[in-house]
């Protein structure tokens, strides 16, 4: 979900994680197999396309780039990109297609304004992107950048990972994503919902808390499991008095707690719904291309190479529960060595390790 990385409660500290200066040929991960294969397959940059959405099928992850979603956003990101020219320049190119100056909402706040929807996601792509080009200019940064050969983000952060893999450029994706805040604020404004991490329980429990919820009230406030994170932390979403409904019945089914989320509404529900067809329009007109690595998609936890498939799973995401424990659980199992969380926050490492603690990650900030 755009929002899905705030279904986290305030994480645990985390073990310092290794620096790649010094050592870097000791973490660095054999050479991107896939761009041989893309190669034989489509001109990257072109319109020519694969006939097929299997080529990433059988990919094998050794390092990965992460890239949050909403909810990882905090005054002052931003602000130490400005020391890399190429990272200035996205700020740059942003102000023209947001017609507000973003870095200083993202240096300066008011808080309130960085956290809404709508300048929100902005916001996170484009200093998600000027924390690719901090690690590209820093020595053996861009050793790191050809290395990676697997790329995903949550919810909003999925559109990060296109433009990294160059399914689309920095120009269009922020443009989706703009209207995506858009769209999905209007959608949220249209109802009364809201949303609600659950902590302390397996996914199954929070499936039958749900369901013990959906008994008591009206079709208008279901809720669902909108984002599967990590073990013991999934967040349900839904109609208002369905979310309270939830809250009130926790503690019965055995969970720790509760936590209301500071989200605009039921986002990875059908309350999303009015947001489709916009965001099927935008999509419709945009170019988009063969990713040159797989990138992995939170509807369904794979990876798709067809330009016209990976439209309509953009369109679907704002609807679909995320699947994020499936796709981290997906590469630990594949043998994923080495990962890097570019942009703002730490969600994405607080995950991982809560799920390998032993997972090698470095986070890389702007």
Request: aromatic letters at 6%; charged letters at 20%.
């Amino acid at each position: 979900m755009s929002s899905a990385s705030s279904a986290l409660i305030p994480l645990a500290p985390l073990h310092r994680f290794s620096s790649v200066n010094g050592a870097r040929r000791s973490f660095l991960c054999h050479r991107n197999p896939w761009r041989s294969r893309i190669s034989m397959s489509v001109s990257v940059g072109s319109r020519a396309t694969v006939g097929t959405d299997a080529l990433f099928q059988d990919y094998k992850p050794s390092c990965a780039f992460f890239f949050p979603g909403q909810g990882a956003q905090t005054v002052g990101m931003g602000v130490e990109s400005q020391n890399v020219n190429a990272a200035a320049a996205l700020f740059k190119k942003a102000n023209d297609i947001l017609g507000y100056d973003l870095l200083d909402v993202c240096a300066n706040g008011p808080k309130e304004n960085l956290d809404s929807t709508v300048i929100s996601q902005p916001a996170i792509y484009v200093t998600s992107l000027a924390a690719v080009e901090v690690l590209r200019a820093r020595d053996g940064g861009q050793d790191i950048i050809n290395s990676v050969d697997v790329t995903c983000g949550l919810s909003l952060g999925e559109y990060t990972a296109l433009a990294f893999a160059g399914a689309f450029s920095f120009e269009d994706g922020l443009k989706l994503v703009k209207l995506r805040g858009e769209a999905m604020q209007d959608a949220a404004d249209a109802a009364k919902s809201a949303m609600v991490s659950v902590i302390g329980l397996d996914s199954e429990k929070v499936q039958l808390l749900c369901d013990a919820a959906n008994e008591e009230v009206d079709d208008q406030n279901k809720v669902q499991i909108a984002n599967f994170l990590c073990p013991g932390n999934y967040a349900v979403s839904g109609g208002l008095k369905g979310v309270e409904t939830v809250e009130a019945k926790a503690k019965s089914f055995k969970a720790r707690m509760t936590v209301r989320l500071a989200v605009a509404g039921a986002f990875h529900t059908k309350f999303m719904e009015p947001a489709v067809s916009r965001l099927e329009a935008a999509l419709a007109t945009t170019e988009i291309r063969t990713p040159r690595i797989p990138v992995i998609s939170n509807v369904d936890a794979q990876p798709h190479s067809d330009p016209d498939t990976i439209k309509k799973i953009l369109a679907r995401q704002v609807t679909s529960p995320v699947q994020w424990e499936p796709i981290v659980k997906t590469l630990l199992n594949k043998g994923l060595k080495k990962s890097y969380e570019l942009g703002p926050g730490k969600v994405i490492a607080g995950i991982l390790k809560r799920m390998d603690k032993s997972a090698d990650l470095e986070n890389i900030g702007a």
